[in-house]
């Protein structure tokens, strides 16, 4: 079987669009023709070279789709062709990749999509979904009046952190980062109680000026740039700092501890990856988050969706941070 895909041939080089030779489907994956393919931050930073466990090249990046089966393995029972799935498998790991006509998946990674949903909020949903939801229940304690900051509220986790908290703690206050006034519209229609815009000098002092007790929760995908900062904006004792992203860096702090200490402050990590191997849990979580987005408390924002020859042009769209919520494939 052979697939049209854009494949990465090497770092810090454009993906080539190519029709390629799928290898022998293997006793425990699926094919599934990706009707979308979600496209992700990380997969940037693989492209780029800086992403800490890089596959070996080429490959065809992508692991979030949603499409129907086309053929199964020997040892596959939970899917036959024609059912409707969809996929959060990372890059280079049970995937010949999403960015593609035709995706083998390791059947551990793949889930029935419910026909209430659509191919493209299947696409839209899983990795935001997942990562938003387990953070909020299981990563932070968030007080029924509490304050919460959320950086990138117009992204993909972000727009679902505020859909969520406002969905399961309808009294807690947010207040959401952007990078520009064009988003700001959005994410307060969305539900964030303040916007601010990280564009402008002052943005932190804007943010302490609104939270002078300090924040109860951040929510933080950046890493280094603002981790000091972020520090000392939160509520001493009570305070959390939720890490699920290194946009600019891991933090390298040797007196992290300390500074924690400081203020009796709380550092709580958030890393997908370990968690999408225990597929009963994952499937707990969707089923929840199924439920949220059929009594329309969760509504994936979808910014833009661009065809597969169109794929550097989407790539670019969010390298310049212009989207709104979550951008798609349609191969």
Partial sequence: MRSISAQLVGCNQPLVLQEVELPQLKPREVAVRARYAGINFYELMLMGGIYPILPPLPITPGGELAGEVTAVGARITEFQKGDRVFSLAQT??????????????????????????????GASFPMVGFAAY???????????????????????????????????????????????????????????????????????????????????????????????????????????????????????????????????????????????????????????????IETKKLVPLIDQIFSLREVHKAIAHIRKRENIGKVLLRP
Wanted: proline share 4%; with cysteine.
């Fill in 134 to 292: 387990t953070m909020l229940t299981m990563r932070v304690h968030i007080p029924p009046k509490g304050t919460v900051l959320i950086y990138s509220a117009a992204g993909g986790v972000g727009s679902t952190l505020v859909q969520l908290i406002k969905a399961l703690f309808p009294h807690v206050t947010i207040i959401g980062t952007c990078s520009e006034k064009r988003k700001a519209s959005t994410i307060g229609k969305l539900g964030v109680d303040e916007v601010v815009i990280t564009g402008e000098s002052s943005f932190v002092d804007r943010m302490r000026h609104l939270c002078p007790d300090g924040f109860d929760v951040i929510f933080d995908p950046v890493g280094q740039k603002y981790f000091d900062g972020n520090l000392s904006l939160l509520r001493p004792l009570t305070g959390t700092l939720c890490s699920y992203g290194t946009y600019t860096g891991t933090v390298t702090d040797a007196n992290v501890v300390a500074k924690l200490r400081k203020n009796n402050l709380t550092l709580s990590g958030f890393l997908m990856w370990p968690l999408i191997e225990d597929k009963r849990f994952c499937q707990k979580v969707f089923i929840r988050l199924f439920k949220l």
């Fill in 92 to 121: 280079g790991k049970g995937t010949t990749g999403s960015y593609a006509e035709i995706a083998h998946v390791d059947e551990r990674y793949l889930y029935h999509l419910p026909k209430t949903l659509s191919f493209s909020m």
